[in-house]
């Protein structure tokens, strides 16, 4: 596909330093412990924040524009530490278009753990086709040399294909990354994977040997969703 070299669209910067703002706002990135991206497929750039640069400061003049490789293109600041993982997934799964990244609590609980999110209840099935995976450890080599490269890659590794109905993970020992066809929906997306930690959580505290959801209700809350013939909600975006 031929791409333009104009500059990215000020509503993609604009998306952007809102899902960066958004993520603070919800309560799902203290301090500066979390990321967003966007993707311009037509243009091959990728925004995202700037490294180290709490939220409340954040301007969209601040933002930094890469190419697919990690060139900066635009922009005076470093990038996110952890643009290379966003790149990772953007260039691996063509049909996504925002990354994010954050340490919220029971997401970064389970993934210390290193164990996948049960799905317990319906809750978790309206929105995750499954139990929210976890990858496996990186090698010291791979820490070594590369480690954000890699961590994106033992994302890709950890899904047979593009993970279009699971838009989650937890990378082991670290924390989620979540992504969806825009930045905003990859926030929702973060939203939801804490709160159904959390539930998960206080399951398993609970009652350690709760059973997970049938299969069959997993199904009917999935598909009726985002299913071929799904029907909840009025049309367009289903939540």
């Not at 524009?65 to 290379?84: I, M, Y």
């Not at 919220?104 to 929210?132: E, K, L, M």
């Not at 899904?159 to 990378?171: D, S």
Request: a positive charge; one cysteine or more.
């Amino acid at each position: 596909m031929a791409r333009t070299s104009q500059k990215v669209p000020a509503a993609l910067r604009t998306a952007v330093l809102q899902a960066n703002r958004a993520i603070a706002a919800r309560g799902l990135a203290k301090f500066t412990f979390g990321n967003a991206s966007a993707v311009d497929r037509a243009r091959g750039r990728v925004v995202i924040k700037p490294s180290g640069v709490p939220y409340a400061r954040l301007r969209a003049a601040d933002l930094v524009v890469t190419d697919l490789d990690g060139r900066v293109v635009e922009g005076k600041l470093r990038p996110s530490s952890d643009l290379a993982t966003h790149l990772a997934l953007y260039n691996a799964w063509p049909h996504i278009g925002g990354v994010v990244h954050t340490h919220s609590h029971y997401a970064t609980v389970w993934a210390q753990a290193r164990r996948d999110i049960p799905c317990y209840g319906t809750t978790h099935a309206d929105h995750f086709d499954g139990p929210v995976p976890v990858t496996r450890a990186l090698t010291a080599a791979e820490i070594a040399e590369g480690y954000e490269r890699h961590t994106g890659n033992v994302i890709v590794e950890r899904f047979a294909r593009e993970p279009l109905a699971m838009p989650a993970v937890l990378v082991a020992g670290h924390a989620s990354f979540v992504w969806g066809p825009t930045v905003a929906d990859a926030v929702d997306t973060a939203e939801v994977l804490e709160e159904v930690a959390r539930m998960a959580y206080h399951t398993a505290t609970l009652r350690p040997d709760a059973p997970p959801l049938a299969d069959v209700l997993l199904r009917k809350h999935f598909d009726r969703k985002h299913g071929p013939t799904a029907y909840y909600g009025q049309g367009g975006a289903r939540r």
